[in-house]
């Protein structure tokens, strides 16, 4: 079984940028739909962007044109590029593998924080 590890959260101002990483062990990433979700407090986990194995992706309304999702197989690392970050975004991101567009798969990280705030 794959283990998933999220790193690259923090505080940023908005307007800011942030690179998350998931890093996978155990299994190739390469195989896998993979994607990133977030849950804010009070909220439900909601689907921010999406890489199908075959290479499409696709995002959430609220990170297109911002969020960019992008694999490095070599590395077997998922990336979320988060940029013109808003105080909106303030969420924990979690990293999911072996899903699908409409319902999330059973590899699971533990979460990174982002906040936004000035």
């Known amino acids: 079984q794959a283990q998933l590890m999220e790193s690259g959260g923090g505080l940023v101002q908005p307007g800011g940028s942030l690179r998350l990483s998931c890093t996978a062990s155990?299994?190739?990433?390469?195989?896998?739909?993979m994607a990133w979700y977030r849950q804010a407090p009070g909220k439900q986990r909601e689907l921010v962007a999406y890489s199908a194995r075959a290479g499409t992706t696709t995002y959430a309304d609220s990170a297109k044109g911002r969020f960019t999702i992008s694999r490095d197989n070599a590395k077997n690392t998922v990336y979320l590029q988060m940029d013109s970050l808003k105080p909106e975004d303030t969420a924990v991101y979690f990293c999911?593998?072996?899903?699908?567009?409409?319902?999330?798969?059973?590899?699971w990280g533990q979460g990174t924080q982002v906040t936004v705030s000035s």
């Open positions: 155990g299994r190739t990433l390469s195989i896998y739909n």
């Open positions: 999911n593998g072996g899903g699908t567009l409409n319902d999330s798969g059973p590899l």
